[in-house]
T-cell receptor, first 113, second 112 residues
Framework: GNSVTQMEGPVTLSEEAFLTINCTYT??????LFWYVQYPGEGLQLLLK?????DKGSNKGFEATYRKETTSFHLEKGSVQVSDSAVYFC????????????FGTGTLLAVQP | DTAVSQTPKYLVTQMGNDKSIKCEQN?????MYWYKQDSKKFLKIMFS???????INETVPNRFSPKSPDKAHLNLHINSLELGDSAVYFC???????????FGPGTRLTVL
């Protein structure tokens, strides 16, 4: 079945450092891909998405490109802030009859001042 | 103005009790979902409803019963609560099957 693998955390960075959180997927076809963010004590918010190969999703300085050759959707940000500290989830949309999101295990990002 | 709301936010109860979590969305969406997030933050789909019709029941014990009185509501009833049911439960909705999903703030259930 379809699945998502993301890098284990926690990832600890200093403010203004470059961020990469790796995400790879296994799927039949080309599912839509998402990054969700969960701030401490809050629910999930959609951060960005890409619906087809070579699409780049971007939001709040974060970017991710849908790469079908490497089945990857890595999350990047050029300069992180303390306020970016959160858990980040990569997910794919398992379409067809189910329409369920399949999530990776989440990566905790801690940004220190 | 909350798009997807859940009540209660926190629920602490004893083993063996029956409890309900309510979810409402004011986005006019057709599809609603319940996800469970365990203590390691892992998220997994439990149920989905489209236009009040059950679409997904993802090998969840039958102690869990979703109920959708209308398109805007999807409630989760849990009978005979067990310690392993302790988790954060998220409700979500999407405009169409395949559309972006919007999540509620979550309900943290603690079973003692």
């Amino acid at each position: 079945g379809n699945s998502v693998t993301q890098m284990e955390g926690p990832v600890t960075l200093s403010e203004e450092a470059f961020l990469t959180i790796n995400c790879t997927y296994t799927a039949t076809g080309y599912p839509s891909l998402f990054w969700y963010v969960q701030y401490p004590g809050e629910g999930l918010q959609l951060l960005l998405k890409a619906t087809k190969a070579d699409d780049k999703g971007s939001n709040k300085g974060f970017e991710a490109t849908y790469r079908k050759e490497t089945t990857s959707f890595h999350l990047e940000k050029g300069s992180v802030q303390v306020s970016d500290s959160a858990v980040y989830f990569c997910a794919l949309l398992d379409g067809g009859a189910t329409n369920k999101l399949i999530f990776g295990t989440g990566t905790l990002l801690a940004v220190q001042p | 103005d909350t798009a997807v709301s859940q009540t209660p936010k926190y629920l602490v109860t004893q083993m063996g009790n029956d409890k309900s979590i309510k979810c409402e969305q004011n986005l006019g969406h057709d599809t609603m979902y319940w996800y469970k997030q365990d203590s390691k933050k892992f998220l997994k789909i439990m149920f989905s409803y489209n236009n009040k019709e059950l679409i997904i029941n993802e090998t969840v014990p039958n102690r869990f019963s979703p109920k959708s009185p209308d398109k805007a509501h999807l409630n989760l009833h849990i009978n005979s609560l067990e310690l392993g049911d302790s988790a954060v439960y998220f409700c979500a909705s999407s405009p169409i099957m395949g559309g972006e999903q919007f999540f509620g703030p979550g309900t943290r259930l603690t079973v003692l």
